[in-house]
């Protein structure tokens, strides 16, 4: 086993004789650096690898980024990255170029990090929308799609989107590899991006040069949350904001308002309207399914943490451009994702095709309150269908019966049943309860829920008490359906007799 000497120099990036490793010339295009040949690098293992451990039990070097304006504008001879090949771009559209970011190095007298700055147009194109569309999500938008209360006073010029890209969740293994994974999970990129009123953006990516930059990169996270009320992200309410958090106290800096102010998480919304439409709803397949935005080449996640150790080793720039271009596309989609989902639920008629998204957002305009909107989309789907066994059809049938049910229409909602009885049976015992307890209780038709309970069980034969155990409910429902009928009858011959 290695001393802890020899260890400690290989995170800070010096050989253990001291001297450190060797860069790769130049003119090396290859983005990642290779093994040592005597210590072969494996492949950095997955997000679904570490979650399944989890749940089973470097120095400064030379930095090439030259000086930048403070605010540069976009197109004004700025470099670029990586470019992007159009081999696989479906069709003939072309692919969404990342939008040039400059970058500079910033020392301050708590340390230093890259930072990287560019303000861009409302009529920047990305995909099918400009950002200026941004502009289109105000506080009844907001609380539509995300469901929270506290959006009411979402303004976009106040918001602050951002994405992260970092290290990874550390491993659970017994055996630790210090150079490919070790330590907690750290924020090596933090993008973000503000609206100005007039529709155009502003962007900013801070980028650790290695984890002695953490403090400086965090700190000007911080002065980027000045002014802004409310943080919009893609699955940060359940990640980024709390890896930023954390790092905030590990760092002793004051974290608790990431975790406390209103937050839009558009992976939430996005999943709901998309995931019976969709094989993946990740960000990349949902910008190409419905944001006209069509990567070429992007870096998978799991190689960012390899290319960014090999940056912090080396000081070669190249190896995260393409990490750098990946986060400034998803930037960009966070501005017009939410004016997409905002437009869906607002007029998902003529926005959404596919049958399930379509009952995905009536379910989501009932839960939200716009009830109206939400029924009228429901029978639409359920009263023009051809085949009620249809699982789209059936399942609204089911929201609808239940909106009906909540709403004191029960008439209505009996027919909602019977119509899926008949094409259900016993498989589905919802609607016979449901409809069981409103012609008793609701409508007091107590015979009609006895010959529907009769019914029931003698569709279900003496099988059905073996292998639904409802069905015994179902019988001790019976017998007090029964009784109660008799009492009823009782007293009606009774007052037929005074009245003689």
Known sequence: MASLRDRLKRQLGTSVSGSPPAETPPDDPS?????????????????????????????????????????????????????????SVPGDREPTAAAPVPRRVVETDYGGYIHGRVELPPDHGHGDLTLASALQV????????????NLVDFDPTR???????????????????????????????IGAVRVRPDGGAIVDQILMRDARDEYAALHAFEQLLDGIDTLVSFNGKSFDRHVLADRFAMQRLDGERLREMPHLDLIHPARRLYRRAMDSCTLKAIEEAHLGVFRSEDIPGSEVPRRWRSFARSGDDRRVEAVLDHNTID??????????????????????????????????????????????????????AADDAEPVVYGCLHLLAEHLRRTERYDEAVSLWRRMRRVAGLSDLRPWTAEAIALEHRLD????????????????????????AEIREFEHRLARLRKKSARGSAGEGALAAEGA
């Not at 918001?159 to 990874?168: N, P, Q, S, V």
């Not at 379910?363 to 716009?370: A, F, I, S, V, Y």
């Open 445 to 468: 038709r107590v015979p009609d829920a006895v010959a529907l309970v009769e019914r029931l069980l003698e569709d279900a034969g003496d099988a059905g008490k073996l292998w639904h």
């Open 31 to 87: 983005p990642v650096e290779a093994a040592p040949a005597s210590r072969p690098i494996p492949p950095p293992p997955s997000v679904k690898d570490r979650l399944r451990r989890l749940h089973r039990g470097s120095g400064h070097r030379r930095w090439n980024f030259g000086p930048a304006p403070e605010t540069p504008r976009a197109g004004e001879g700025l470099h670029h990255g990586y470019g992007n090949p159009r081999a």
């Open 159 to 189: 918001a602050l989107y951002f994405d992260l890209e970092t290290t990874g969740l550390p491993g659970g293994g017994a055996k630790i590899d210090f150079d490919q994974d070790a330590g907690p999970t750290l924020a090596i990129l």
């Open 331 to 384: 930037l960009l989609t966070l501005l017009t994702l939410s004016a997409h989902l905002v437009r869906c639920v607002r007029a998902p008629g003529a926005r959404l095709l596919h049958p399930s998204s379509l009952a995905a957002a009536g379910k989501l305009l009932l839960e939200r309150g716009d009830e109206d909107r939400g029924e009228a989309l429901l029978r639409r789907l359920s009263e023009g």
């Open 138 to 149: 105000d506080g009844a938008g907001a609380v539509l799609v995300g469901g929270d209360s």
